[in-house]
T-cell receptor, first 115, second 114 residues
């Protein structure tokens, strides 16, 4: 069974600095998607970034980028030039090719950006 | 293109009552997923539906919970005889098709059982 682990329950960063959120996962599948979702206090789930496992190039979206290490089953999120609006819960999620009905989420990391 | 719509955003029920949560997928999306989020936890998959069909309900409690996605209208998650442990945020997501595809989430319904 696929599991997703986020080992950092809480993190904080100063505004304009860079922070990295960790995520590891366990799967026997070779083709899958990985996601980072952001959940601000409004509790809306917002897609931040997506990575296809068959792509070696790390995904980037403006200030957000990932470090995808397939062999290590690691999928960290780097937020550059942190902004106050980045304060939120961040969830790492896994979707497998053979069981793509069931997206597995980590427990989340609460990120606080300090002015 | 409107996003995934859920209503109500907040729902309060007394123990033993029924809760009905509605989800309208994004335009052009025919696949709907329901997730539950308990306080301070990640989302847990409940059920996956296509129009008029339940495809996977492996995450749904066997009793009191049911879901439908009729040919016309929104998807409905129904919880009968609610208990305090049902208090949670319930999220709906939609995708255009099956397979590896991004799921887009609605704003969620926060259910509080008194």
């Amino acid at each position: 069974a696929q599991t997703v682990t986020q080992s950092q329950p809480e993190m904080s960063v100063q505004e304009a600095e860079t922070v990295t959120l960790s995520c590891t996962y366990d799967t026997s599948e070779s083709n899958y998607y990985l996601f980072w979702y952001k959940q601000p206090p409004s509790r809306q789930m917002i897609l931040v970034i997506r990575q296809e496992a068959y792509k070696q190039q790390n995904a980037t979206e403006n200030r957000f980028s990932v470090n995808f290490q397939k062999a290590a089953k690691s999928f960290s999120l780097k937020i550059s030039d942190s902004q106050l609006g980045d304060t939120a819960m961040y969830f790492c999620a896994f979707m497998g090719l053979y069981n793509n009905n069931d997206m597995r989420f980590g427990a989340g990391t609460r990120l606080t950006v300090k002015p | 293109n409107a996003g995934v719509m859920q209503n109500p955003r907040h729902l309060v029920r007394r123990r033993g009552q029924e809760a009905r949560l509605r989800c309208s997928p994004m335009k052009g999306h025919s696949h709907v997923y329901w997730y539950r989020q308990l306080p301070e936890e990640g989302l847990k998959f409940m059920v996956y539906l296509q129009k008029e069909n339940i495809i996977d309900e492996s995450g749904m409690p066997k009793e009191r919970f049911s879901a439908e996605f009729p040919k016309e209208g929104p998807s409905i998650l129904r919880i009968q005889q609610v208990v305090r442990g049902d208090s949670a945020a319930y999220f709906c997501a939609s995708s255009p098709g099956q397979g590896l595809d991004t799921q887009y989430f609605g704003p969620g319904t926060r259910l509080t059982v008194l």
